[in-house]
């Protein structure tokens, strides 16, 4: 509930969303100094879950080792100890490492949160942000309730958007289409013998294939996958490679090129390639930032799908129960994507594929990934902020901060989480988006002298 406070002011910083990346806003943010009576929260659902972690399904699980899921980026033990002493689950631990739930790191998060100092003066709207303006100096935040709420400073850490079906599919809405699956509840609804079809090739996609492998699904299951193949799993790759040295001034078909030379003919299910691959990740943010933003949209279109696959690697649980499905013929794999969704008959759905080819089906549910940010269309489309190129992407720069329309950085409007990555690289994990939550207290709280809430 909000504190009763001044109009004039509600809170020095305004952090909009609710999941992992305004978690980590918050945490970073007290942890700097800055006192939690001043930051307000606005964003529906527990603060922390979001669409990452706020799942129901005991099948969903952390897709990284335990050490590499950080909220501290300088404690790499910090929630392996936790795990340790809170969770009980013989079945995290695998010879590549313990990979844990996704509901246990929102209890970990939701613990971290308890140990902010003064705890219950914590401020949360339980909204959704719809239009922000600037208005004297400071910004004013309108939310779907009709209520407004001023702040000094304004940080967008709005995380995952919703999922929409793939562009020019909509089929309306009925139980047996999933267009959200990252909760997992969805699949209590699924018959044993019922036919399913699961569109996408990524994480999301094999979390819905163990999902019904966990609860016994006997029927057959059909995979939509543009590319034919799958995330490779995890493997125990031990002590990382040194950081690669990526070279300067490098344009996107030379960026590509550093890739495949440094990958080499590697299989991406092995250890080396694996190593060879977080190598080339840690300094990557600094030339891909240099790149011309054109090269940025290009390689993204082009290799984006790749880069994902080898990046967000699979949990060896997952991978098991996928296997199984494959090997049994359960589970068929299919090159193509979905071109349209309509009704059939008995309850079915009839789904058009792109290769020309129809399948009927009881349940789709759709993996193609995050939709789009409606905050931050609404701010591109009024002109407050520039986005890159000709997407629905904003320009956010190295310190964090917004690009105006204009070209020019805001002092006062920061952006962490999901929708930088095309701006700053590979920003995506959880522990790249504890280290901007630090950067941005850094900016804000060491070097920002912030207006007192009176």
């Keep these: 509930m909000k504190d009763e406070v001044p109009s004039a002011m509600d809170a020095s910083a305004i952090i909009i969303g609710s999941g992992y990346s305004a978690a980590a806003a918050l945490v970073h943010l007290t942890h700097a100094g800055l006192p939690l009576r001043q930051i307000l929260v606005i964003g529906p659902g527990e603060l922390g879950t979001g669409q990452a972690y706020g799942c129901t399904a005991k099948s969903y699980r952390l897709n990284i080792r335990v050490t590499g899921q950080r909220l501290w980026p300088d404690q790499p033990e910090h ?4 795990a340790t002493e809170h969770i009980q689950d013989p079945d995290a631990h ?3 490492g313990s990979f844990y739930r996704r509901s246990d790191f929102a209890q970990y998060i939701t613990a971290q949160l308890a140990l902010i100092p003064d705890a219950k003066a914590f401020r949360q709207i339980n909204a959704w942000a719809t239009n922000i303006t ?3 100096n400071d910004w004013l935040v309108a939310c779907d309730d009709g209520a407004q709420y001023r702040a000094e400073r304004l940080v967008l850490a709005t995380g995952n958007p919703d999922p929409e079906w793939p562009t020019g599919i909509k089929p309306g809405r ?8 990252w909760r997992g509840d969805w699949v209590t609804q699924v018959k044993s013998k019922m036919h399913v079809c699961v569109v996408g090739a990524g994480l999301t996609a094999m979390d819905a294939l163990h999902a019904l492998g966990m609860q016994q699904h006997q029927g057959p299951i059909s995979l939509l996958a543009p590319h034919g193949i799958l995330p490779p799993s995890q493997v125990d790759w031990g002590v990382p490679e040194p950081a690669h040295d990526w070279p300067t001034g490098l344009r996107g ?3 590509s090129r550093e890739i495949r030379q440094y990958l080499g003919t590697r299989s991406w299910h092995h250890r080396d390639c694996q190593q060879r691959f977080e ?5 990557v943010n600094p030339p891909w930032q240099m790149l011309p933003p054109k090269d940025r949209v290009r390689l993204q279109r082009r290799l984006g799908w790749l880069w994902s696959l080898i990046r967000f690697r699979a949990n060896p649980q997952t991978v098991a129960s996928v296997k199984a499905m494959k090997a049994s013929g359960q589970l068929k794999i299919i090159k193509t994507h979905l071109h349209g969704l309509t009704k059939a008959d008995s309850g079915r759905w009839l789904v058009k594929l792109s290769n020309g080819e129809e399948l009927t089906t009881h349940v789709v549910v759709n993996c193609t990934g995050m939709g ?3 905050l931050i269309d609404t701010m591109i489309a009024a002109g407050q902020i520039a986005p890159i190129e000709t997407t629905r992407q904003p320009w956010i720069n190295s310190e964090l901060r917004v690009v105006a329309s204009d070209g020019q950085p805001y002092d006062t409007l920061f952006c962490i989480g999901p929708a930088t990555g095309l701006a700053l690289g590979d920003v995506l994990g959880a522990t790249s988006i504890a280290h901007q939550a630090a950067q941005l207290a850094k900016t804000l709280v060491t070097n ?3 207006k007192r809430v009176r």
């Design 253 to 255: 078909s030379d960026f």
């Design 134 to 136: 600037g208005e004297d």
């Design 279 to 283: 190598a080339l990740r840690v300094n």
């Design 174 to 181: 009925a139980p047996s289409l999933v267009r959200a699956p």
């Design 372 to 374: 789009r940010d409606k």
């Design 448 to 450: 920002t002298s912030f």
């Design 79 to 82: 929630f392996a100890d936790w």
């Design 94 to 96: 695998t010879p590549a």
